[in-house]
């Protein structure tokens, strides 16, 4: 059964860059779609985007211009990077992917890590 | 984007009774629909898939249906561990959205 572990800091001040990794154990990342999902506290999921292991992206238009997430296989790591921050974006964020190859649906999900976006 | 409306945003109910949780998709998703359960402080929990799949070792008292672009996530006996909050989640167009969300109380 596939782990994913989200990791990257808490606190990002405003108009930086927000950057997070997720590590899956348990199985290799390849064939499958990896996403990264958030949510603000007290509110919805909101999903981000996805990357599939061979590098294809899709990503949520709201967030296209600030949002790029990349795999690295070697490391069995998906990475999220959102630019220009502002408090907005102060949410939990997850990694989630499918048991299945090609899944669309989200069977596996990380812990979640809380990040701040404050001064 | 695909709009996903839940009703009720809240439920109250007691245990044993059954309970159903409707999501209205904007536009037709065929049946490329999840739903999730989430408890405060933890990562949702998949629950169905495919509008009416149930995921493993899920309790059967947990079923899905659609009508249309209609979908409907039933629990046919409220249990305490039933208590928490529904997310649906359409995967037919991108971007994938959410429901948002139904907090079933305990009456």
């Known amino acids: 059964q596939v782990q994913l572990q989200e990791s990257g800091p808490g606190l990002v001040k405003p108009s930086e860059t927000l950057s997070l990794t997720c590590t899956a154990s348990g199985g290799s990342i390849s064939s499958y779609y990896w996403n990264w999902i958030r949510q603000p506290p007290g509110k919805g999921l909101e999903w981000i985007g996805h990357?599939?292991?061979?590098?294809?992206?899709n990503y949520n238009p709201s967030l296209k211009s600030r949002v790029t997430i990349s795999v690295d296989t070697s490391k069995n790591q998906i990475s999220l990077r959102l630019t220009s921050v502002t408090a907005a974006d102060t949410a939990v964020y997850y990694c989630?992917?499918?048991?299945?190859?090609?899944?669309?649906?989200?069977?596996?999900w990380g812990q979640g890590t809380l990040v701040t976006v404050a001064s | 984007d695909i709009q996903m409306t839940q009703s009720p945003s809240t439920l109250s109910a007691s245990v044993g009774d059954r309970v159903t949780i409707t999501c209205r998709a904007s536009?037709?998703?065929?049946?490329?629909l999840a739903w999730y359960q989430q408890k405060p402080g933890k990562a949702p929990k998949l629950l169905i898939y495919g509008a009416s799949n149930l995921e493993g070792g899920v309790p059967s008292t947990f079923s899905g249906s659609r009508s249309g672009t209609e979908f409907s996530l039933t629990i046919s006996s409220l249990q305490p561990d039933d208590f928490a909050t529904y997310y649906c989640?359409?995967?037919?167009?991108?971007?994938?959205?959410f429901g948002q969300g139904t907090k079933v109380e305990i009456k």
């Open positions: 990357i599939y292991y061979s590098g294809s992206t």
């Open positions: 989630a992917t499918g048991r299945d190859g090609g899944q669309l649906w989200f069977d596996y």
């Open positions: 536009q037709s998703i065929s049946r490329w």
């Open positions: 989640q359409q995967y037919n167009s991108y971007p994938w959205t």
